[in-house]
């Protein structure tokens, strides 16, 4: 007997469940007591692993909002030395619990066993027609250097180090 179990995303995070499991994860707008349907990255089943985004949208994952609750309280500091600065809050985050109620592959027929290479009949291939030769594309030229011209120095200005007249 095989696991049956899939790797869910909610909130930013990803957690491993099976039928039973309870979560704790960020809060969901949901009521206590109403179906949730969890977003699946990965499933793995009696079929076999299930990873691709085709074949995820027939994986079903869903759980019942348990409660909702409060984390632990988290200070958050703020300091800056020499500067008489102090900040001290709080946070707490909310959060609900959820049981997976149910984890399940929709519809998914199973791998069709493939004939043997004997029995498969090789398709007849026809003749290759003649065709007058291609043109080949003519071959890119190097581009041309531009011509550089010579920089000519700058006209010096006349110095007005000296007042004429004091």
Same mark, same amino acid.
């Given at each position: ?16 469940? +099976?039928? @039973?499991?309870?979560?704790? /994860? ?8 109403? =179906? /949730?349907?969890? !977003?699946?990255? #990965?499933?793995?089943? +009696? *079929? @076999? ?10 994986? =079903?994952?869903?759980?019942?909002? %348990?409660?909702?609750? !409060? ?5 958050v500091f703020k300091y800056k030395a020499k500067k008489g600065y102090k900040?001290? #809050?709080?946070?707490?985050? +909310? ?12 519809? !998914?027929?199973? #791998?069709?066993?493939?004939?043997? *290479?004997?029995? &498969? $009949?090789?398709? %007849?291939? &026809?003749? #290759? $027609? &003649? ?7 003519? $071959?890119?030229?190097? $581009?041309a250097k531009k011509a550089t011209t010579a920089k000519k120095p700058a *006209? ?6 000296? &007042? +004429?007249?004091?």
């Amino acid at each position: 007997m095989s696991e049956t179990y899939a790797i869910v995303e909610s909130g930013g995070q990803q957690f491993r469940v +099976e039928k @039973g499991t309870v979560l704790v /994860v960020d809060r969901v707008s949901e009521d206590e007591g109403a =179906k /949730v349907e969890l !977003r699946p990255v #990965a499933f793995r089943g +009696e *079929a @076999g692993m299930v990873a691709e985004a085709t074949e995820l949208e027939k994986v =079903k994952v869903e759980a019942t909002v %348990a409660e909702h609750l !409060r984390g632990p309280k988290l200070t958050v500091f703020k300091y800056k030395a020499k500067k008489g600065y102090k900040r001290r #809050a709080g946070h707490r985050q +909310e959060q609900s619990r959820l049981e997976v109620t149910e984890v399940k592959l929709l519809g !998914r027929k199973p #791998a069709a066993k493939k004939e043997p *290479a004997e029995k &498969k $009949a090789a398709p %007849a291939k &026809k003749p #290759a $027609a &003649k065709t007058p030769a291609a043109k080949k594309p003519a $071959a890119k030229k190097p $581009a041309a250097k531009k011509a550089t011209t010579a920089k000519k120095p700058a *006209a010096k200005k006349p110095s007005a180090s000296k &007042k +004429e007249g004091s």
